[in-house]
């Protein structure tokens, strides 16, 4: 195993348990360390401090283990069974109505750059380091001997999620078994088809399954607004409540149509459901309809700190929006997954909306992302999604 050495002061990071060692911490690099490979981080006193994947950039290493480690197929074993065993404790594993949850995330699981969601008996791999995707079939292996007999297929949806260079030759494809899509999986009893070889991410946003849930106690009688809609998670657990009416809108032609069959699936042809292929801003401005519920859960305005400002401009120009359109009582969950967003930005930016919209508001609910999408408490960074529960007068 090669070596890295920081320079004087800079292990500190490292013995607070956070996960990255960013490039001005390093004095001296092995040579011969290419990317992807296993390596040592020492103090600059040639102290163990680490074990973790190289990675050429601002992130030099994402460090697995606090100490000298050797990594092979029993060691990827017992990370991925600790982080099994974490979701045995959500009560998930053995949920009758829940067969879709994260397995694996990332630096939350000791495991930075790579994802694994289970969709009833399909593992996801999403490796976001050419380290990880480099020990596909170890991790293979892992899922195989922790999972059993349930797994039937593991598919690896890496490509879009790796450096560039590198994913030239990555191709999403089966690693162990294969399986039909769209498979009909379950969510806290309801069902929904999952497409994780064409759909986005690895097929389904499993980290809103609760905030779902909270909509679902809101949403009896309401007529509500399903803005980037996806696949219609919102919308079916609303009209499973009883909600009056729903419309969902998406830009994408196939997740709107994805989320047409989720509606039929669970409550049948004759929902009250209205899907609109529409861009979500030009659908608001437009409309002359008022709701008395909406979800506005766009995807990541901003996935750089240069991009801050734009997407701070684009959150408030879309919640005023949104604002505008719902009736006095009325009630906006309202989402900014983008990570260089934090929650106080985000809260500020929803008052900014509230003013310019010149509605009165109060918060009913702070949301994040589910508890298995865990945030390690070593790495703040790792809480990407926030929400709020606006009460709009």
Known sequence: MKTIVLKAGK??????FHPWVFSGAIQSVEPGIQDGDVVEVQDHNGNPLGTGHFQDGSIKVRLFAYARRTVDAGFWTEKIRAAHAYRRQLGLDADP????????????????????????????LQCHSIGMHRE?????????????????AVFDKSRNSLPARYAQGVANTYLYGSAGVPLPVLEKGHQFLVDWERGQKTGFFLDQRENREL????????????????????????????????????????????????VRLNLGKEAA??????????????????????VVDPPAFAKTMGKRHQAVQGYKRLNALALNRLEPGGILFT?????????????????????????????????????????????????YLKGLVLYVE
């Not at 994260?102 to 000791?110: K, N, S």
């Not at 495991?111 to 008996?121: A, E, F, N, S, T």
């Not at 459901?273 to 008395?292: G, I, M, N, P, Q």
């Open 97 to 124: 109505g829940t067969n879709a949850f994260r397995l694996v995330h990332a630096e939350g699981d000791g495991l930075p750059g790579l994802i694994v969601d289970l969709y009833g008996p399909v593992a996801v």
């Open 273 to 294: 459901h209205r899907t609109h292929a529409e861009d979500v801003s030009r659908f608001l401005r437009d409309t002359d309809r008022r709701y008395d519920l909406m």
């Open 136 to 152: 596909r079939l170890h991790l293979v292996e892992a899922l195989r001997a922790i999972l059993g007999q349930r797994l039937q």
């Open 215 to 262: 909509l679902a106690h809101y949403a009896a009688g309401k007529k509500m607004l399903n803005a980037f809609s996806y696949s219609g998670g919102f919308s079916v657990y609303a009209l499973a409540a009883g909600a009056r009416e729903v419309d969902s809108v998406d830009v994408s032609k196939e997740a709107i149509a994805l989320a047409g069959e989720n």
């Open 11 to 16: 292990e500190a990071p490292v013995r607070r």
């Open 335 to 383: 989402f900014s997954c983008s990570q260089v967003v934090d929650d106080a930005l985000f809260y500020n930016t929803l008052v900014a909306a509230a003013l310019e919209a010149g509605r009165r508001v109060r918060v009913m609910h702070r949301l994040n992302q589910g508890p298995d999408h865990p945030v390690s408490i070593h790495h703040p960074e790792g809480a």
